[in-house]
């Protein structure tokens, strides 16, 4: 399932450029175009899922599959053991675009509490 419409949905269809770092069956990693530390890699489902809210039991797999992704790019990068990985939910918490992704932070020391 996909929206044309909507941004990540683009870049999974490849009518949009990104610079992937990962492509598995069921998911896509792809740096941050705006990037926030020296890792800033975007871990999303290929299909389209508006936010963590919005995921349910029947996607466990697909967690899974998100989790590993995440890590192996942590791996690829240089920074497991020392990382952070965040989703906003939201336009309060500061979501703009409404495709689940998680963000792979790192390669610089991050504060708490985030902002
Ligand atoms: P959010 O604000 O929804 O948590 O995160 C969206 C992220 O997507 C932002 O960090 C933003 O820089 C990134 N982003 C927005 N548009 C694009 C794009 O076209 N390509 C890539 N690679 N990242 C994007
Ligand atoms: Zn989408």
Same mark, same amino acid.
């Given at each position: 399932? $996909? +929206?044309?419409?909507?941004?990540?949905?683009?870049?999974? !269809?490849?009518?949009?450029?990104?610079?992937?770092?990962? +492509?598995?069956?069921?998911?896509?990693?792809?740096?941050?175009? /705006?990037?926030?530390?020296?890792?800033?890699?975007? =871990?999303?489902?290929?299909?389209?899922?508006? $936010?963590?809210?919005? =995921?349910?039991?029947?996607?466990?797999?697909?967690? !899974?599959?998100? =989790?590993?992704?995440?890590?192996?790019?942590?791996?690829?990068?240089?920074?497991?053991?020392?990382?952070?990985?965040?989703? /906003?939910?939201?336009?309060?918490?500061?979501? $703009?675009?409404?495709?689940?992704?998680?963000? =792979?932070?790192?390669?610089?020391?991050? $504060?708490w509490p985030p902002g």
């Amino acid at each position: 399932m $996909s +929206d044309g419409d909507c941004l990540f949905c683009r870049i999974v !269809a490849r009518e949009l450029p990104a610079e992937v770092v990962l +492509d598995r069956d069921e998911v896509l990693a792809f740096r941050d175009v /705006n990037p926030q530390a020296p890792t800033h890699v975007l =871990v999303i489902p290929k299909q389209h899922i508006a $936010s963590l809210e919005a =995921v349910a039991e029947h996607h466990g797999e697909l967690l !899974a599959a998100l =989790v590993a992704a995440v890590n192996q790019v942590a791996r690829a990068d240089g920074v497991a053991g020392g990382f952070r990985v965040v989703t /906003n939910i939201g336009r309060a918490a500061g979501q $703009s675009v409404d495709h689940l992704h998680l963000h =792979v932070l790192g390669g610089r020391p991050m $504060s708490w509490p985030p902002g």
